[in-house]
Each structure stands twice: as structure tokens, then as C-alpha cells.
């Protein structure tokens, strides 16, 4: 299993991003994927989840309305799009899939915003 995140980078408040983790090593249909972050000196938090059969979705408060997550499963590919960025959504971006019982994580994407 592997996950890999990209696009991340460095953007002024209010800005957009669109993040992807391009998933492999098992069939991707079949699994819910999520998206996490990391703030420094921070925990971990939940951000986004899509489900593998009806593609619903679900959000942490502090990003609803504003980050949006999709799925491609021709592509195996998730996606987090980012809106009206601000500087409190300054963290590294995981993507994360839990196969069977195991947990699996990207290697994260560092996303600033700053102006």
C-alpha cells in the first residue's frame, strides 16, 4: 500500500490549493479515504472523509464550507480542495486509508499560508 501526497505549497489568505494523494496497492473503490493535518507543536487532527460506496462525505467544523473532498477511482486518486485559505490552515496534510485493520499514511504535503 501507498499513499502520496502533492500539491501542496506556500499561499497568501484567502487563497485555494488542491491537494491529491494518488493511492496503491489495493483496490481503491473498496476503501474510504480521509484527509488529516498536522499543525506544529500540534496533534493531529481529522479534516475530511469520503466514503467508497456512496462517496459521501464529511468535514471537520473548522474547514465545512470551505474544503472540499472527491474521489477519483478510475485515477485512484483523492483530492482535498482548499478555499479561503487562512493562516490557521498552515499544517502538513496527510492522506490516510484504513485497509482491513491497518492504518496507512502519506508522507504528508506541507501547505503555509501566509502573506
Known amino acids: 500500500v501507498q499513499l502520496v501526497e502533492s500539491g501542496g505549497g506556500l499561499v497568501q489568505p484567502g487563497g485555494s490549493l488542491r491537494l491529491s494523494c494518488a493511492a496503491s496497492?489495493?483496490?481503491?473503490?473498496?476503501?474510504?479515504m480521509s484527509w488529516y493535518r498536522q499543525a506544529p507543536g500540534k496533534e493531529r487532527e481529522f479534516v475530511a472523509r469520503i466514503s467508497s460506496s456512496t462517496g459521501g462525505t464529511n468535514y471537520a467544523d473548522s474547514v465545512k464550507g470551505r474544503f472540499t473532498i472527491s474521489r477519483d477511482n478510475a485515477k485512484n486518486t483523492a483530492y482535498l480542495q482548499m478555499n479561503s485559505l487562512k493562516p490557521e490552515d498552515t499544517a502538513v496534510y496527510y492522506c490516510?486509508?484504513?485497509?482491513?485493520?491497518?492504518?496507512?499514511w502519506g508522507q504528508g504535503t506541507q501547505v503555509t499560508v501566509s502573506s
Open positions: 490516510f486509508a484504513r485497509i482491513g485493520l491497518r492504518p496507512y
Open positions: 496497492g489495493f483496490t481503491f473503490s473498496d476503501y474510504a
